[in-house]
């Protein structure tokens, strides 16, 4: 295989849904990075005793309010719209066990921040999210398989992120400071297990190459029992308590190398992340943002030895806040701020193995 197929193939690294690490974005949980491509451009399949650690970082802003499809301009007139900053790295590491098994450990850490324009106050919160522990194996021998191949996994992600992180503000109303959860938009932790289902798939067409990757997170719990205000009982029942939520990621595209560089790629194709209004396993109470948003994501890979270096920009081309279960017993459609980009970054290097640098 030639060096600058080898620079091609990352478009379909398994998608590792770290803390509550899944998708969609704004006031919807935003937890994924994702990568694309397949294995040979991050230099061909690893091998057997050999580690990868990477590095991934994600950001964004969002403001813009959708009730539906329909963005709320209103709110921005008003002054009334909420903003959240996400700032989302991963870390992980993968240990090749034989030519076509692995196993991977992602631990994220998120820094966040939420206020509504007409607030006097802005909360924050900061720390660890839930970790994921997962399985690959590819489908076909990878040995034989150089130009096309499927990968599935299969994990677990542990509640090791917290879940009711709180703030002390003073909303200058004259009661003086008052202790306040934040949002769960924001909570480094969704509070429960969750099962991940991955795949990873790619295909060399002459010197380009397709990709489609996916991740979906099934949450069997129902809600973390977090109250979400003081008053959220007499408030609301039914939406007192946060919903640990299902998550999904899809990716698809094209990664083409551009040959005057050598180890350079560039990407391209459409990114849609998502939290559906109702889980795969179990029930879908409590209070939740559900909804989802397409975006088209540039941008490039650049391999060299064993290190790949990423980076592209998701810009956001339709965004839609669907009904959650306690919208639909409400005869309500609740809104969410959604983001215009997500701008996303990674660095991975490879060491180790029992056939030093050979390639498959």
């Keep these: 295989m030639t060096q600058t197929a080898k620079a091609l193939l990352i478009m379909c690294a398994a ?4 803390l509550q690490t899944a998708h969609a974005q704004g006031c919807i949980v935003a937890r994924s990075n994702g990568q694309a491509g397949g294995p040979e451009s991050e230099g061909g399949y690893l091998m057997p005793g050999e580690w990868n650690i990477g590095i991934g970082y994600r950001h964004q802003f969002s403001f813009r309010h959708f009730v539906g499809d329909v963005e709320q301009t209103y709110r921005i007139q008003q002054g009334t719209q909420v903003m959240n900053k996400i700032n989302l790295e991963n870390f992980s590491a993968t240990y090749q066990a034989t030519p076509r098994f692995s196993f991977t450990v992602d631990v994220p850490l998120l820094l966040a921040s939420r206020r509504a324009h007409n607030s006097p106050y802005t909360t924050t919160a900061q720390g660890i999210g839930d970790t994921t522990f997962s399985a690959q194996g590819w489908l076909w021998n990878p040995k034989e398989n150089t130009r096309g191949n499927v990968q599935f996994g299969l994990g677990i992600s542990l509640p090791t992120g917290k879940d009711n992180v709180q703030n002390v503000v003073d909303s200058f109303n004259g009661k003086g400071p008052q202790t306040v959860t934040v949002d769960y938009s924001i909570q480094p932790g969704s ?3 969750g099962i991940l289902f991955q795949w990873v798939s790619y295909k060399n067409v002459g010197p380009a190459q397709l990709y489609f990757n996916g991740s979906y997170v099934a ?3 129902n809600t973390n029992h977090v109250l979400r205000s003081a008053n959220a009982l007499a408030s609301n029942p039914l939406t007192a308590y946060n919903s640990i939520s299902d998550q999904y990621l899809l990716e698809a595209g094209i990664a083409y190398p551009i040959r005057r560089v050598r180890g350079l790629t560039a ?12 889980d795969l396993i179990g029930k879908s109470e409590g209070f939740r943002r559900p909804g989802f948003a397409i975006s088209l994501e540039p941008g490039f890979q650049y391999a060299r030895n064993r290190n790949v270096f990423s980076f592209s920009i998701g810009r956001a081309i339709y965004r ?3 009904r959650s279960v306690a919208d639909v017993a409400t005869g309500g459609h609740g809104d969410a701020a959604f983001a215009d980009w997500v701008w996303l970054g990674s660095y991975s290097f490879r060491f180790g193995g029992r056939h030093g640098s050979q390639r498959l």
């Design 219 to 221: 949450t069997p719990q």
């Design 320 to 322: 839609d806040r669907t």
């Design 15 to 18: 998608v590792l849904i770290s």
């Design 191 to 193: 509070g429960g297990y």
């Design 267 to 278: 990407t391209f194709g459409p990114r849609d992340e998502g939290v559906p209004a109702r």
